[in-house]
């Protein structure tokens, strides 16, 4: 049985939250609202500020969904009450990054701006040019974009120029030695 699955994910009363008849759990919080579909081998109930996960048989596929949509329900818990955030690191001589309307324009070195375009549901805030903010209540949107806006330009092994993640850290690489 999934460890996981069996825990209950508690939820306090600034977030409600409901099964619907299509096996949809619904969360809601104050800004916010979050749909779970699952799959017809989980059930779930709400008992006394907890849902409560439960499966219909014991296949090692239902088990693995037991967890997963427990770990899903309890983000989207946490993501309409408190949100979810990725930091990202500008490093680089001229690399900076500013919010006009729904674009991201970034300067990171090319001969060109790159201009990432912000989807709804996802907010940026930058922090003196070079870190760079990514908060939602999505946790799988959060993570996307925040890779995404890392993929324009990973960090290099040799100078660390690049964009990071604010708790990553870059295995440096040594230059070339000198001749003898």
């Known amino acids: 049985m999934s460890r996981v699955g069996r825990a209950p994910v508690y939820f306090d009363k600034a977030v409600q939250v409901s099964v619907t008849a299509a096996n949809e759990v619904v969360v809601k919080g104050a800004k916010h609202s979050m749909t ?64 006009t309307g729904k674009k991201l324009e970034l300067s990171l070195g090319y001969s060109h701006p790159v201009v990432f375009q912000i989807p709804t549901g996802i907010e940026i805030a930058i922090e003196k040019q070079t870190k760079i903010t990514v908060t939602g209540p999505n946790r799988e949107q959060v993570g996307q974009v925040a890779a995404k806006i890392r993929g324009f330009r990973p960090p290099e092994p040799y100078l660390g120029k690049g964009v990071k993640y604010a708790d990553e850290t870059i295995r440096r690489k040594a230059g070339k030695s000198a001749a003898k």
């Open 36 to 99: 779970v579909r699952m799959r017809p081998e989980i059930k779930a109930k709400i008992e006394d500020g907890k849902v409560v996960l439960s499966k219909t048989d014991e296949a090692p596929e239902t088990r693995a969904y037991h967890g997963l949509y427990r770990a899903l329900i309890q983000n989207a818990v946490t993501g309409v009450s408190k949100g979810w955030s990725k930091i990202l690191d500008l490093n680089g001589v001229g690399y900076r990054a500013a919010v």
